[in-house]
């Protein structure tokens, strides 16, 4: 089989139109994609995953029973195959891509909205995508209230995420486009994310972990170091160092789940408050083994993001504060020092 390329320069043709009632409802989203002459010899269904990566195979060849999907002009099934240059239409109109989650009326902290893209700052506690018990009270809910066309958006726009427990800065895309283009740039490592993270014991020297993640061949809630595991690579940078703790800037390479928490856990250097991987602090003051023991979550903090804007490649940055927990944590350690 042909494998598609993954250089985001092949969408150059995609356009999506929307039209949107006064009430701010989405009324039609129409689609309008040029097949990749990389794409030549696969299925209809499998060049449109290739396409668009955030809807799933399912829900394709459902709208290609619907006669949603065409392929220059007329209906085929999903077995059809695909040479390049062919003129695909979708037409997912009144047919949400989020139908079984509802709007909620959550703040969302917003440091940044235009009409591509919105740059979020999410507080430690909040899940970003329903599900695992926490169908409610999302990140996802939230933005499907605070814009009604995201509804028409795969995981309404959301292209990567954070861990419940884990706060600080995410991007979500307010296009189908912005959102192809987005998780172009995270797969081909574009995207710069970096994180403060304390860790338990004394980092000596700046590193790199190259190790795969993969889920953990027991506890399969849990993540893990496997040798079948998909490529993961962390860069870490020390800030300061603390009795019995070191602050790390973190940097992603990749982004798979639980990474930096897995990769530090890996090296010894689990995170102060991880409740999965975390380990009990070893040799310290007293006070300062109680402070990081209860702790109530992993400290990690999502805090620079850099990309390039999905409409005109401009690159822009933004950078979050610590949230008052960590800042608390880390200014008694500092009184410590």
Same mark, same amino acid.
């Given at each position: 089989?042909?494998?598609?390329?993954?250089?985001?320069?092949?969408?150059?043709?995609?356009?999506?139109?929307?039209?949107?009632?006064?009430?701010?409802?989405?009324?039609?989203?129409?689609?309008?994609?040029?097949?990749?002459?990389?794409?030549?010899?696969?299925?209809?269904?499998?060049?449109?995953?290739?396409?668009?990566?955030?809807?799933?195979?399912?829900?394709?060849?459902?709208?290609?029973?619907?006669?949603?999907?065409?392929?220059?002009?007329?209906?085929?099934?999903?077995?059809?195959?695909?040479?390049?240059?062919?003129?695909?239409?979708?037409?997912?109109?009144?047919?949400?891509?989020?139908?079984?989650?509802?709007?909620?009326?959550?703040?969302?902290?917003?440091?940044?909205?235009?009409?591509?893209?919105?740059?979020?700052?999410?507080?430690?506690?909040?899940?970003?995508?329903?599900?695992?018990?926490?169908?409610?009270?999302?990140?996802?809910?939230?933005?499907?209230?605070?814009?009604?066309?995201?509804?028409?958006?795969?995981?309404?726009?959301?292209?990567?995420?954070?861990?419940?427990?884990?706060?600080?800065?995410?991007?979500?895309?307010?296009?189908?486009?912005?959102?192809?283009?987005?998780?172009?740039?995270?797969?081909?490592?574009?995207?710069?994310?970096?994180?403060?993270?304390?860790?338990?014991?004394?980092?000596?020297?700046?590193?790199?972990?190259?190790?795969?993640?993969?889920?953990?061949?027991?506890?399969?809630?849990?993540?893990?170091?496997?040798?079948?595991? =998909?490529?993961?690579?962390?860069?870490? @940078?020390? #800030?300061?160092? +603390?009795?019995?703790?070191? !602050?790390?800037?973190?940097? $992603? %390479?990749?982004?798979?789940?639980?990474?930096?928490?897995?990769?530090?856990?890996?090296?010894?250097?689990?995170?102060?408050?991880?409740?999965?991987?975390?380990?009990?602090?070893? =040799?310290?003051?007293?006070?300062?083994? @109680?402070? #990081?023991?209860? +702790?109530?979550?992993?400290? !990690?903090?999502?805090?620079? $993001? %850099?990309?390039?804007?999905?409409?005109?490649?401009?690159?822009?940055?933004?950078?979050?504060?610590?949230?008052?927990?960590?800042?608390?944590?880390?200014?008694?350690?500092?009184?410590?020092?």
């Amino acid at each position: 089989m042909i494998k598609p390329t993954k250089d985001a320069k092949e969408l150059i043709n995609y356009n999506a139109n929307t039209a949107l009632h006064e009430s701010g409802e989405l009324n039609e989203t129409m689609v309008d994609v040029t097949i990749p002459n990389s794409y030549a010899g696969l299925r209809l269904d499998q060049a449109l995953a290739q396409l668009f990566p955030n809807w799933s195979r399912s829900r394709l060849q459902l709208w290609i029973s619907q006669k949603r999907i065409t392929l220059d002009g007329k209906a085929v099934n999903s077995k059809q195959k695909v040479w390049g240059n062919e003129q695909i239409w979708i037409n997912p109109k009144n047919l949400s891509a989020n139908p079984q989650f509802a709007a909620e009326a959550i703040r969302l902290n917003i440091i940044y909205e235009d009409d591509f893209l919105l740059i979020i700052n999410k507080p430690a506690g909040m899940v970003v995508h329903p599900g695992n018990g926490n169908w409610q009270g999302t990140m996802l809910n939230a933005l499907l209230h605070h814009a009604a066309q995201l509804s028409y958006i795969p995981r309404a726009g959301i292209v990567h995420r954070l861990d419940k427990d884990t706060s600080g800065l995410l991007v979500v895309a307010k296009t189908i486009d912005a959102q192809i283009n987005l998780i172009r740039q995270l797969q081909q490592h574009q995207v710069k994310r970096n994180y403060l993270a304390l860790v338990l014991g004394q980092v000596t020297q700046n590193g790199t972990v190259d190790q795969p993640i993969g889920r953990h061949p027991v506890q399969r809630t849990k993540m893990a170091v496997i040798k079948k595991g =998909k490529p993961a690579r962390t860069h870490y @940078q020390i #800030l300061e160092q +603390f009795d019995g703790c070191t !602050l790390l800037q973190c940097s $992603l %390479e990749t982004g798979r789940t639980h990474q930096i928490r897995v990769h530090m856990h890996k090296i010894g250097h689990p995170l102060a408050g991880d409740p999965v991987y975390g380990g009990k602090p070893k =040799k310290i003051n007293q006070e300062i083994g @109680q402070l #990081l023991t209860i +702790f109530p979550r992993q400290a !990690l903090h999502a805090q620079q $993001l %850099e990309l390039a804007h999905p409409k005109n490649d401009k690159i822009m940055s933004w950078e979050a504060a610590l949230p008052d927990d960590m800042s608390a944590l880390l200014q008694t350690l500092r009184q410590h020092c």
